[in-house]
């Protein structure tokens, strides 16, 4: 079944519970974890047990609301968590063809020990839906079910220089026990994706060194082109000097750039006859 609005824990003066620590029917007493309308527990023997609403009403979304509740109460009761690696891993295509690789380590991941935690406690400009502390370090973590963290808490995220991960949940895994989730949550790399980690900064800046190197590689190799262009006998005229007398360093800046820019809209060289119509008019 697994139908999105059917859920298997429910609010219990206050608590998280699950269906097998309630009787069957509504004398339950529990409500919707999402809405808060009484719920009945189904106990029956064909359909998994499951809640559901008293009125009939469905209630989309409550397995989300469930996990992020869930988890967050985990959290407070678990000591350690195992964390995967960082791997920067940047792929560029580049305008004049190849493709640029960088790989690069941040972060050795692990298990971190927990000391204290913090539940959505603002941090600057942002909440953290989970802030782990281990030792002096603190880890931000983002749970996302179905709405993944959005680009402007990434910056912020950014800005505060902080390590954050994000924990993605699937809306079945409102299904599991208190255990299997905790134990999820705890050992699983899967579903740990890193967001930021301060050390990333470096791999982007090497990653950008080694970009702007090949850019430069491929304009050197472009440069005894123009070389041969510029003694080639052309007749057109400047305004102030012909191609085949030393051209000023203001007309081989604008040459390079022309030239460049052919290399990237066409994806080739230009020809002899192409490239006399890169000079400046
Ligand atoms: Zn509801």
Redesign the pocket.
């Known amino acids: 079944m697994h139908a999105s609005q059917n859920a298997v824990y429910a609010e219990l003066n206050g608590n998280l519970i699950h269906i097998s620590e309630v009787p069957r029917g509504a004398s339950c007493g529990c409500l ?1 974890v ?2 808060g ?1 009484p719920l009945i527990a189904r106990k029956g023997q064909i359909r998994q047990h499951h809640f559901a ?1 008293l009125s009939g009403s469905e ?1 989309h979304g ?1 397995n989300e609301t469930i996990l992020h509740r869930l988890a967050k109460e985990i959290f407070q009761e678990i000591n350690s968590i195992a964390i995967p690696p960082y791997i920067f891993e940047k792929s560029r295509k580049l305008k004049h063809g190849p493709v640029l690789e960088h790989v690069e380590s941040v972060a050795r991941g692990g298990k971190v020990t927990i000391n204290r935690i913090d539940l959505e406690t603002a941090e600057n400009g942002f909440v953290p839906d989970v802030t782990l502390h281990s030792g002096y370090k603190k880890l931000f973590i983002e749970i996302a079910v179905t709405n993944k963290v959005k680009r402007e808490k990434l910056r912020l995220i950014r800005i505060s220089n902080q390590p954050a991960i994000e924990i993605t949940l699937k809306e079945e895994d409102a299904f599991l026990s208190r255990d299997e989730l905790r134990l999820k949550l705890q050992t699983n790399l899967e579903s740990k994706k890193w967001l930021f980690h301060p050390s990333q900064k470096d791999a982007e800046r090497n990653y950008l060194k080694k970009l702007q190197d090949e850019i430069r590689k491929y304009n050197a190799c472009a440069r005894p082109n123009r070389a041969r262009m510029t003694n080639l006998p052309v007749k057109k005229t400047f305004s102030r000097a012909t191609v085949n007398h030393n051209p000023s360093s203001w007309e081989l800046a604008i040459y390079d750039q022309n030239y460049f820019e052919f290399c990237r809209k066409h994806k080739r060289e230009p020809t002899d006859e192409e490239s006399r119509k890169l000079w400046p008019q």
């Open positions: 919707c999402k809405c309308e609403h209630c409550v």
